[in-house]
């Protein structure tokens, strides 16, 4: 029977030490999390900045549910796309650069409309490994021809590249990769997207409001130009603090997008009190730059301090700092022996990561204090000690 199957599936998965456990929070997101009444430092959120439980954002969200209510009531193409939605988006496009930008009720659905909008059958579709399982979903939906290029590796992109015949080509990339922590080349990306005419979809989930001028992400970091071939893909539950995503680039382009993409048309647009909230976001983003110093001298503090583990952390200049371990095993009793200890890092498993990469995913946000952050540091070198 199916059931049995199930079953049987399940018991494996937790064999392995693959079974994913949630937690139940008590508390707002933010530095300090509260589970089933113990309070722990919490190193697992994507809340870069430390804005999802900003004053001036929950202020926003309760201007705005007086002033719109609480619902859209239908899709962005039928009634609801109200004034927010709009401006949210001439908000977003020029604080990209951008012509024009679509938001999108999360980063998945962004990412599902843009590659099986624009390439099809007899198409071809260049993407890095280690892109997010949203982007190899969008790749398997195209039904375009999937061709997937070693990490980084612009020698072998630019082969495969120049022996396609496809009538549309498209590079697909994550800006900065989730469990790596890295950077994408996205100035030499560009280079070979203008070499053989082809697009360049750039995710850029955990860039947006971290990286760059004033937050403007990873395009504005390393001074791309705007370009009809560059599409953008910016999320805003992660440095924003709110929650949706958007789709930014040239305007024939987003207008095609509105158009035929169907996780645009066919879903209820998000709340107004959402977008309103992201609009405010914007401002703080703007004008963050303290918050991304504070960042960036957490990140230079947590390298210095656990420099000489055996366990390495991967070579990440980002909020994103993965420490190494190998082991499913081993990954998950480190992640609980510092649970206990009243810190909460999460452990990476496969199929997140390669088999033999376990890791604990080490999340920095600007709401971390120094002392919360050498809590850390301290309990890691004692277990490093007496591994």
Known sequence: MIWDELETGLAQLASEGLLRRRRTLDAPCGPEAVIEGQRVIAFCSNDYLGLANHPALIAAAQQAAERWGVGSGASHVVSGHLRPHAELEERLAAFVGQERALYFTTGYMANLAIAPTLVERNDAIFADKLNHASLIDAAQLARAEHIRYPHGDLDHLARRLAQSSARRKLILTDA???MDGDLAPLPELFELAERYDA??????????????????????????????????????GKAAGVSGAFVAGDRRVMEWLMQRARPYIFTTASSPIIVATLIASLDLIANGDERRAHLQRLIARLQAGLS???????PSPTAIQPLLIGGNDVAMQLAGQLFERGLWVPAIRPPTVPIGSARLRISLSAAHSEAQLDALIKTLREYAVNA
């Open 199 to 236: 697009w360049l979809v750039v995710d850029d989930a955990h860039g947006f409001g971290v990286l760059g001028p004033g937050g403007r992400g990873s395009l504005a970091h390393f001074g791309l130009p705007s370009s009809p071939r560059l599409i953008l893909m910016g999320t805003l």
């Open 308 to 314: 000489d583990l055996p366990q390495s952390l991967l």
């Open 176 to 178: 900065v990769f989730s």
